[in-house]
């Protein structure tokens, strides 16, 4: 090992350690039923201290345009889909190109309601998805990542668990760039249920899905990459799940459409400060 790359280890695993700064989404998914509700849901995430959290919220494609810029605390506005197309006929399609004229830099991809769990067609997968992130990341946006299991792969077991995150990860591994992509552990079957992960299984799976990227991408991208979690988080339990030292956040859902969410918010910031 030369001193330089010493230097640059000890230094990743230092900035891994120190400054993996906690981040926090709220996915607004279809909701609200009416633009009238959108201030009152920007005041939300608005009342969010952000001094020591990234925050970012996903507002449904009809709403995206209204909310881009009414946030005063560097809230991103981080609309729920793109294409990997760019302008032009792609019908019912939105471009990332359109999004930057709108003054954004984030996208949200890779959802399970947008892998098949919503019900009428995959209308994302592995592939698809990697061509998006190689997209956005070559446009200059960062994006946010959406991975999960469902139930029928979590009740086998972790070992089952992380085969699937790596068969899901596998065609990103190599755009995994910890400036510009944040990824999102969403197991599907907490998803809207009301059953949240353990800290502990959380914790574990994080920690898998660390050691899978530190394998397969590198150690220092393992180090610095920041992992939330999604399903069913709230005020409650966030302070327990941010307790755990491979969760660095949390992608919110139903939470996200209450004036708590500044309580997940407070919650990691506390954890991590
Ligand atoms: P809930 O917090 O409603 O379970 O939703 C999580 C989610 O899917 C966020 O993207």
């Known amino acids: 090992l030369s001193p330089q790359r010493w230097l640059v280890g000890v230094l990743h695993l230092f900035y891994g350690i120190i400054a993996r700064r906690p981040v926090v989404g709220g996915n607004w998914k279809c909701n609200p039923d009416s633009m009238s509700k959108l201030d009152g849901l920007i005041a939300n995430i608005n009342d969010c201290d952000t001094s020591q959290c990234d925050v970012y919220f996903c507002p449904s494609p009809l709403h995206v345009a209204y909310c881009s810029d009414k946030t005063t605390n560097g809230a991103k506005c981080t609309p729920q889909n793109c294409n990997f197309t760019g302008c032009g006929a792609y019908t019912g399609e939105m471009a990332v190109e359109q999004m930057k004229d709108l003054g954004l830099s984030q996208v949200l991809i890779g959802h399970s309601e947008r892998r098949g769990e919503f019900g009428i067609f995959p209308m994302d997968d592995n592939n698809s998805l990697a061509t998006k992130l190689k997209y956005i990341q070559d446009a200059g946006m960062s994006c946010v990542y959406c991975i999960g299991e469902p139930l029928s792969i979590r009740e086998k077991g972790l070992e089952a668990v992380l085969a699937e995150m790596h068969v899901q990860l596998t065609p990103i591994y190599s755009l995994l760039?910890?400036?510009?992509?944040?990824?999102?552990?969403?197991?599907?079957?907490?998803?809207?249920?009301?059953?949240?992960?353990?800290?502990?299984?959380?914790?574990?799976?994080?920690?898998?899905?660390?050691?899978?990227?530190?394998?397969?991408?590198?150690?220092?991208?393992?180090?610095?990459?920041?992992?939330?979690?999604?399903?069913?988080?709230?005020?409650a339990n966030a302070p327990d799940l941010s307790a755990q030292p491979d969760i660095d956040g949390f992608l919110v859902g139903g939470a996200s459409l209450k004036p708590e969410f500044k309580e997940i918010v407070a919650a990691i910031s506390k954890a991590k400060a």
Do not use: C, F, M
């Open 177 to 235: 760039d910890p400036s510009s992509v944040v990824i999102a552990y969403e197991p599907v079957w907490a998803i809207g249920t009301g059953v949240t992960a353990t800290p502990e299984d959380a914790q574990a799976t994080h920690k898998g899905i660390r050691d899978l990227i530190a394998k397969h991408a590198s150690a220092e991208t393992a180090e610095a990459i920041r992992i939330q979690y999604g399903g069913s988080a709230n005020a």
